[in-house]
């Protein structure tokens, strides 16, 4: 296999840190990893397979790609979709004086300004990973994301032995029984939603991701978030928002609407206000 290395830049501060603690324990097993502050993986592009990985400095991050010369050749697709998900084209200035103002985001803000808006590497594997974590733990998803990962998913040659598989394609998930997709554990419904989802992104995504049975607002606005890296995303319904924000306590319904209106002020930098949330639950993404 050959390798290539790229050296990225970006503004400082990057909370390289809080990144690798939010990519850490979501990363699917045998697919992405997170050791000795890098972040390894595997990769599609352009019809080959290779592995990635990651060193990071205060000034720039530097990717080694690796893989046969097909997939070296498309470094440059690569690189771009690794700016996106680390962020790294984000400016703090705007976000941070937005959020200096709030009693909530203030002292969170000061505390971590190089925040940034985790991305996702494959917007089907986002997607699917979006679904199992549905009313389930950030553990309980790895391990059914693992599962998924194992049965479907295609062996690779890699440098790096927690790295084993690429993640499955859409159309092999489509073609899975949903009997036998609940078999990994899931429950009916979420293998119903799952099958659902396989099918839409295969056929070109026709129609609206909230059509889809299964799919609600928290899941939509989570897969525009890390998927699409939408700045204003914000998934009202989330537990962990309702925790860090006092609200958990008044019931779902009426937590998802304060969470609503309360985040008006964060506009329009909202997911980054999710994951400032997130990581002051015990420190950890």
């Keep these: 296999m050959m390798i290539r290395v790229e050296t990225l830049s970006f503004q400082p501060p990057l909370d390289w840190i809080g990144l690798l603690g939010f990519f850490g324990p979501r990363a699917i097993p045998g697919v992405e990893a997170v050791v ?24 720039s991050l530097q990717l080694q790609v690796q893989g046969p010369a097909e ?11 690794a700016r996106r ?47 199992l974590g549905q009313q389930v733990t950030v553990k ?3 391990t059914l994301a693992g599962r998924v990962a194992r049965k479907y998913g295609t062996p690779l040659d890699s440098p790096f032995p927690e790295v084993t598989t690429l993640f499955p394609q859409a159309a092999t998930l489509a073609a899975a029984p949903v009997e036998e997709l609940a078999g990994l554990g899931l429950t009916r419904k979420r293998a119903e939603t ?9 056929q070109d995504r026709n129609g609206n991701l909230l059509d889809l049975p299964g799919i609600g607002p928290w899941t939509e606005h989570y897969i525009r978030m890390r998927a699409h890296s939408e700045p204003d995303a914000f998934p009202a319904a989330d537990l962990g ?22 985040s008006l002020a964060w506009r329009p930098w909202r997911a980054y206000a999710v994951i400032l949330l997130w990581r002051s639950l015990g420190e950890k993404p």
């Excluded at 019809?47 to 060193?55: F, I, K």
């Excluded at 997939?71 to 979709?81: A, Y």
């Excluded at 928002?241 to 309360?262: D, N, R």
């Design 140 to 142: 309980a998803a790895h």
């Design 241 to 262: 928002i309702h925790k860090a924000l006092g609200l958990h306590g008044i019931g779902p319904a009426k937590a998802a609407k304060a969470a609503e209106l309360q």
């Design 71 to 81: 997939f070296l050749d498309t470094t440059e697709s690569i690189v771009q979709t």
């Design 194 to 202: 799952l099958h659902s989802f396989a099918v839409w992104w295969s």
């Design 36 to 59: 000795n502050g890098e972040l390894r993986r595997s990769l599609r592009s352009a019809g080959s397979a290779g592995t990635l990985s990651t060193h990071w400095t205060a000034t």
């Design 85 to 131: 998900v680390f962020d790294l084209d984000s400016c703090a200035i705007e976000r941070l004086r937005c959020f200096a103002r709030d009693p909530v985001l203030g002292p969170l803000a000061e505390r971590w300004p190089g925040v940034r808006l985790p991305g996702a590497w494959d917007g089907f594997e986002m997607g699917v990973r979006a679904i």
